[in-house]
């Protein structure tokens, strides 16, 4: 059985920073994608950053230049998957979601919420 556990979020300042897990188990993940995925209220789901299983990575518009290169990173031993973000502002509130990439497969969100 597939699972993806997301965990990480919280209340956050802005110009804060956060790092979210997600834990996966069930699948060979050393051979998977993985994306973080972001739904803000009344907006549709939209891709944050993404990490192939060789390790390279791609992010979206909305958060390149705050973003670091690293932001997005795996840890095949953990079967875990990290975003870590920096400089969040009001607009990057959202629930966020884990995902093996282009598959059915999500996690249950977590909330980041950034206050001013």
């Known amino acids: 059985q597939v699972r993806l556990v997301e965990s990480g979020g919280g209340l956050v300042q802005a110009g804060g920073s956060l790092r979210l897990s997600c834990a996966a188990s069930g699948i060979f993940f050393r051979i998977a994608g993985m994306a973080w995925y972001r739904q803000a209220p009344g907006k549709q789901r939209e891709l944050v950053a993404l990490?192939?299983?060789?390790?390279?990575?791609?992010?979206?518009d909305s958060v390149k230049g705050r973003f670091t290169i690293s932001t997005i990173s795996r840890d095949n031993a953990k079967n875990t998957v990290y975003l870590q973000m920096s400089s969040l502002k009001p607009d990057d509130t959202a629930v966020y979601y884990c995902?093996?990439?282009?598959?059915?497969?999500w996690g249950q969100g977590t909330q980041v919420t950034v206050s001013t």
């Open positions: 995902n093996i990439y282009q598959s059915t497969y």
């Open positions: 990490v192939t299983s060789g390790g390279s990575t791609n992010y979206a």
